[in-house]
Each structure stands twice: as structure tokens, then as C-alpha cells.
């Protein structure tokens, strides 16, 4: 089982607290640092303020050495897909070929009003998605010297060169995710590298991970060529107290946490992924949400990781 680091910097966070919170989870060794790609706190004012993930995860690119970098998820209504193709591509390159592509629909309807970014219906959304996806993997995957064109209603792409080229070849992993029973998991045997559950149960993980094997099946595709993975809140403590107060500074409740996240000592968090993994996740992220609490990636690094 692979764990990552997954931030909600939109809670309230500088780019420092997530270059901070990256080296630490560099040095301790865990798979990945990854970030959401929101515009607006939830529930809070999200003091100082949104920072962009893409510039974020440039910076990270540069100031990190072997840690992977990316997002869960990149909103398609954010971003035009070629200049998003080209911005990932240059974030790979600046970091040596260490960046992946969480991307979906998008849900939160409040940020694209805050922020003047048009919110279309959920079927216009998902068509703009499965032309993102095709637009960005073509370019990528274009070999050099070609050209790329795609006939697309939202995103028609003409004579383009396809450049530049990421350093990860064909291109950098691609992740979808979500619980959608159509769409989701047809685009997901397309498209992606990794298919993803964001907080969900172990019940929920096996179903929607059933139906993307399914889909693959329909597809032709080989279902084992995708990593499956969950994405669930952390609350690890050394005992039940500590435990507690992690989860109060989050505003969390210790119980509901062990019951919905990833939360307890770490024998209980040891068994909690065990119960994961035994519906096919195999890969784990860590949902972080107090960024100045380094302490605890440090006892999931320690006491967690070398029983897994």
C-alpha cells in the first residue's frame, strides 16, 4: 500500500505552509504530495486566501527532489485544455518528470461564481471533461514532429504542434475519480492511470471499483493496468488522547473520524487500510488537514508505514 500527502490549502494555507508541509513529507518518505485545486474555503474564510495548485505545484517542482506532485482533483471548467496541457507538461519538466494529473467535472458551484468562471449543467460539464481528456492526452502523446487535430464540440483543436513534450513518456499519469456510476468509470477505463474514491466506505470502494473493472472489460481493456486508490481524512494518534486532540483541531469528532476516515492508533489506522486494501485499493491518501502539525506525518512515517 502506497501512502500519500493530500492538502486542502482553500481551508487556509500559504504557499509556504505547502512547501513545509511537501519537504516534511519528502524526508519522511511517503509516495507523493498532492494538493485540491479549489478557489474557495469551505465552511471557513480560508485566510490568507486560494493559492492556484498549478503555481503552487511549480514552485514544489523546484524546491523538492524525489517526492511525486499533483493534484485531486483539477477542475476541466478551470482551465482550457491546451493551456493546461502545456502547463503540466512544463511543471514536469521542471521537476524531472514527477507530476500527475488529477482532473474532473467539478462540483462546487460557489468558487466559479466567486471567482467569475462559468458553471455549466453536469451533463455540459462532463462533455467539457471527456474533450479535456482527449485533448490534453492527444497532445501529450503526440510523437514530436507531428501534429495533432481533434474534432471536438467544446474544444476543437487544429493543425497544433503538440508541444511542449512532458519528460514522463507517453505522458504523465492521469487520475480520475468520483463516484459516478456511468460516465465516471467509462472514462476512467479511456483515459486514466489511476482511478481514485475520494471518502467513501469500504461497501462504497468495492462497488464503484467493480464497476470500473467493468468498464475496462467493455472497453477491451486490461482492469489490472489501472491503479485503484482511496482518499480518506488522517487522524493517527499514540494513544486515545492524542488522537482526540488531533481530531479537535481539525473540528472533527475522534469517533466519527474512526468510523468515516482513516483515524486511531496506529494499529487501528494499520487495520483500517488493511480493510481497504482487502477491496482492491492500493494506494492511500492521507487527507492532512492542520499543515503545522508535522509531528503527525512524522508517527504515520514511524509507526504506520513499516507495518504495511
Known amino acids: 500500500m502506497d501512502l500519500r500527502i493530500f492538502t486542502e490549502p482553500q481551508q487556509g494555507a500559504t504557499y509556504d505552509d505547502l512547501l513545509r508541509v511537501a519537504r516534511a513529507a519528502e524526508s519522511f518518505g511517503f509516495g507523493a504530495f498532492f494538493r485540491s485545486d479549489h478557489y474557495l474555503g469551505m465552511g471557513t474564510e480560508g485566510l490568507p486566501g486560494p493559492t492556484d495548485a498549478w503555481t503552487t505545484l511549480a514552485g514544489l517542482a523546484r524546491e523538492t527532489s524525489t517526492i511525486r506532485l499533483g493534484t485531486l482533483m483539477t477542475s476541466a471548467t478551470f482551465r482550457l485544455p491546451g493551456p493546461l496541457a502545456i502547463t503540466v507538461a512544463q ?174 492508533t496506529p494499529g487501528e489506522i494499520v487495520d483500517r487500510i488493511g480493510e481497504f486494501a482487502a477491496a482492491d485499493s492500493q494506494r492511500m491518501y492521507l487527507q492532512v488537514l492542520d499543515l503545522d502539525d508535522l509531528d503527525h506525518l512524522e508517527l504515520v512515517a514511524d509507526k504506520v508505514v513499516p507495518q504495511l
Not at 524531472?96 to 462546487?108: D, K, N, P, Q, S
Not at 492521469?174 to 468509470?185: E, M, N, W
Not at 479537535?248 to 483515524?263: T, V
Open 91 to 264: 511543471v514536469d519538466q521542471m521537476s524531472g518528470g514527477r507530476v500527475e494529473l488529477g482532473i474532473g467535472a467539478g462540483w462546487y458551484e460557489a468558487e466559479h461564481r466567486a471567482y467569475a468562471i462559468p458553471f455549466p449543467g453536469v451533463r455540459e460539464r462532463f462533455d467539457r471533461l471527456e474533450e479535456s481528456l482527449a485533448v490534453v492526452t492527444g497532445l501529450w502523446e503526440t510523437p514530436l514532429g507531428e501534429r495533432f487535430s481533434y474534432d471536438g464540440e467544446h474544444y476543437p483543436v487544429e493543425d497544433s504542434p503538440a508541444l511542449p513534450k512532458p519528460v514522463q513518456a507517453p505522458r504523465p499519469p492521469v487520475l480520475i475519480g468520483g463516484k459516478g456510476a456511468r460516465r465516471t468509470p467509462a472514462l476512467a477505463a479511456r483515459y486514466a492511470d489511476e482511478f481514485n474514491l475520494p471518502f467513501v466506505s469500504v461497501e462504497e470502494t468495492r462497488t464503484q471499483f467493480g464497476r470500473v473493472r467493468e468498464a475496462c472489460t467493455a472497453a477491451g481493456r486490461d482492469a489490472d493496468t489501472l491503479t485503484y486508490s482511496n482518499a480518506l481524512v488522517l487522524c493517527c494518534g499514540a494513544d486515545d488522547a492524542e488522537v482526540r486532540r488531533r481530531a479537535e483541531r481539525i473540528g472533527r469528532d475522534a469517533g466519527e473520524l474512526r468510523r468515516d476516515g482513516l483515524a486511531g
